[in-house]
């Protein structure tokens, strides 16, 4: 035993300190104390309940748990996480350390492209998951961030150790006729099949603006963002504009998109929807409200307003 335990005043405070400040185990101050484990579990309790021992929890921690909950209960989502919101970075990574433990055993894991879940695959840690097959759900185009659309999918099915099909037909193209041939093409009709059939979906709740991924990809044009923005388009869920209440809103897309629509995505069982910070509150809040989101994984930037400025709004 150290000199300064020794010195402390009672045994309840000796088997306090060597327990909280030594980090020994119970069986290991029962040694140094000559007594039983049995006594080391009373004293410990008697330092506790004397105040010689205080447990304080982070308020941060706390005040994040408990949006968590107000989220889950406001929105009807079987699960919500709040990461802080001063290190998007951060919380991508924490993030990605949970992804694994939301996907059912054998599931078909359906992946939506954007920057958002590529940074987030960027940052899995390497996983055993031969369980599951990842399917790419939105068509593919060039990215201005350094990476291809299929990069998501293929990135999380290379770090979960497993297969992944991938939808090699572009997110957009310029009239439905075109679309209809594609689709009906046999490989791109079983990739197709594929996506329809996913347990699991990941995606991003994005911006309707022009820092928005499908703007920046070149898959809507300016002055098609201006069209849907000036019509109530407040996000982007997989490649398609949602309105205030996470509607997918119609226009000049129709018929143009290659890859699943909101109906589809709607009916997957699991969908885990990422978003972090303040400007996101807003599309954030109408995903939520059209119940695209089972699964949140969100931040105090996001959440924070959802629960203040907007509480006004309820969810319907």
Same mark, same amino acid.
């Given at each position: 035993?150290?000199?300064?335990?020794?010195?402390?005043?009672?045994?309840?405070?000796?088997?306090?300190?060597?327990?909280?400040?030594?980090?020994?185990?119970?069986?290991? $101050?029962?040694?140094? /104390?000559?007594?039983?484990?049995?006594?080391?579990?009373?004293?410990?309790?008697?330092?506790?309940?004397?105040?010689?021992?205080?447990?304080?929890?982070?308020?941060?921690?706390?005040?994040?748990?408990?949006?968590?909950?107000?989220?889950?209960?406001?929105?009807?989502?079987?699960?919500?996480?709040?990461?802080?919101?001063?290190?998007?970075?951060?919380?991508?990574?924490?993030?990605?350390?949970?992804?694994?433990?939301?996907?059912?055993?054998?599931?078909?894991?359906?992946?939506?492209?954007?920057?958002?879940?590529?940074?987030?695959?960027?940052?899995?840690?390497?996983?055993?998951?031969?369980?599951?097959?990842?399917?790419?759900?939105?068509?593919?185009?060039?990215?201005?961030?350094?990476?291809?659309?299929?990069?998501?999918?293929? /990135?999380?099915?290379?770090?979960?150790?497993?297969?992944? $099909?991938?939808?090699?037909?572009?997110?957009?193209?310029?009239?439905?006729?075109?679309?209809?041939?594609?689709?009906?093409?046999?490989?791109?009709?079983?990739?197709?099949?594929?996506?329809?059939?996913?347990?699991?979906?990941?995606?991003?709740?994005? /911006?309707?603006?022009?820092?928005?991924?499908?703007?920046?990809?070149?898959?809507?044009?300016?002055?098609?963002?201006?069209?849907?923005?000036?019509?109530?388009?407040?996000?982007?869920?997989?490649?398609?504009?949602?309105?205030?209440?996470?509607?997918?809103?119609?226009?000049?897309?129709?018929?143009?998109?290659?890859?699943?629509?909101?109906?589809?995505?709607?009916?997957?069982?699991?969908?885990?929807?990422?978003?972090?910070?303040?400007?996101?509150?807003?599309?954030?809040?109408?995903?939520?409200?059209?119940?695209?989101?089972?699964?949140?994984?969100?931040?105090?930037?996001?959440?924070?307003?959802?629960?203040?400025?907007?509480?006004?709004?309820?969810?319907?």
């Amino acid at each position: 035993m150290s000199d300064l335990a020794a010195s402390l005043p009672g045994a309840a405070a000796r088997a306090a300190y060597l327990y909280h400040v030594e980090d020994l185990s119970q069986a290991e $101050v029962a040694a140094k /104390l000559g007594v039983s484990r049995a006594t080391v579990h009373n004293l410990l309790r008697e330092a506790r309940e004397t105040g010689l021992v205080r447990v304080t929890l982070d308020p941060d921690l706390l005040s994040r748990a408990e949006a968590a909950q107000n989220l889950t209960a406001r929105y009807d989502l079987q699960s919500a996480v709040v990461f802080p919101g001063d290190n998007e970075e951060a919380a991508l990574k924490a993030a990605a350390g949970m992804l694994e433990g939301l996907v059912p055993h054998g599931a078909r894991l359906g992946v939506a492209w954007g920057e958002t879940v590529y940074r987030l695959a960027q940052h899995l840690p390497p996983a055993r998951r031969g369980d599951l097959t990842v399917v790419q759900v939105v068509g593919s185009m060039a990215s201005p961030h350094g990476f291809n659309a299929e990069d998501c999918s293929s /990135l999380i099915a290379q770090r979960f150790g497993t297969t992944c $099909v991938n939808l090699h037909a572009p997110a957009v193209l310029s009239n439905p006729a075109l679309v209809a041939a594609l689709e009906a093409e046999p490989i791109i009709a079983r990739q197709l099949d594929a996506l329809r059939g996913c347990d699991a979906v990941l995606f991003a709740v994005g /911006l309707a603006d022009k820092d928005s991924h499908i703007v920046q990809a070149g898959v809507v044009d300016p002055a098609t963002l201006d069209d849907y923005a000036a019509r109530g388009a407040v996000g982007v869920v997989a490649g398609r504009f949602i309105d205030a209440e996470g509607r997918e809103m119609r226009g000049s897309m129709d018929g143009r998109l290659i890859g699943i629509d909101l109906a589809a995505l709607r009916a997957v069982p699991l969908r885990i929807g990422v978003a972090f910070g303040a400007r996101r509150a807003g599309s954030l809040q109408a995903a939520l409200r059209n119940g695209l989101v089972t699964h949140l994984l969100t931040d105090s930037g996001a959440a924070g307003p959802l629960l203040s400025r907007f509480s006004g709004a309820a969810a319907e």
